[in-house]
């Protein structure tokens, strides 16, 4: 069974960090860019970062550049999202997904991701 499963979310301060990861089952990432993406109650979903099937591309919504690092470890078969500076309107559910179709060496938020996980929860509050 082709699964993503997205782990690491919580409840943090203000400023605080946490880093999602993203993590495959029956098949291999090695194959796909991944996007993380979040939706808040309330608000259209919108794409946050991607990272190319290389790893040597990335792209990141303004709302979070500078603040927000993903990665990835196709050896663990898992890509990672580091936040950093975290702020409450970066409250939300946090999904992970996957393209096939991009290129090796680049990403992009509004392609077609056709594998999606479940989503875990991110809560920034004092």
């Known amino acids: 069974q082709l699964q993503l499963v997205e782990s690491g979310g919580g409840l943090v301060q203000p400023g605080g960090s946490l880093r999602l990861s993203c993590a495959a089952s029956?098949?291999?990432?090695?194959?796909?860019?991944i996007g993380w993406f979040r939706q808040a109650p309330g608000k259209e979903r919108e794409g946050v970062s991607c990272i190319s099937k290389s790893g040597g591309s990335t792209n990141h919504a303004d709302s979070v550049k500078g603040r927000f690092i993903i990665s990835r470890d196709n050896a663990k078969n898992t890509v990672y999202l580091q936040m950093n500076s975290l702020k409450p309107e970066d409250t939300a559910v946090y999904y992970c997904?996957?393209?096939?179709?991009?290129?090796?060496?680049?990403?992009?938020?509004?392609?077609?991701?056709?594998?999606w996980g479940q989503g875990t929860q991110v809560t920034v509050s004092s």
């Open positions: 997904a996957a393209d096939p179709w991009a290129v090796r060496t680049k990403c992009d938020m509004t392609s077609e991701y056709n594998y």
């Open positions: 029956g098949f291999t990432l090695d194959y796909y860019a």
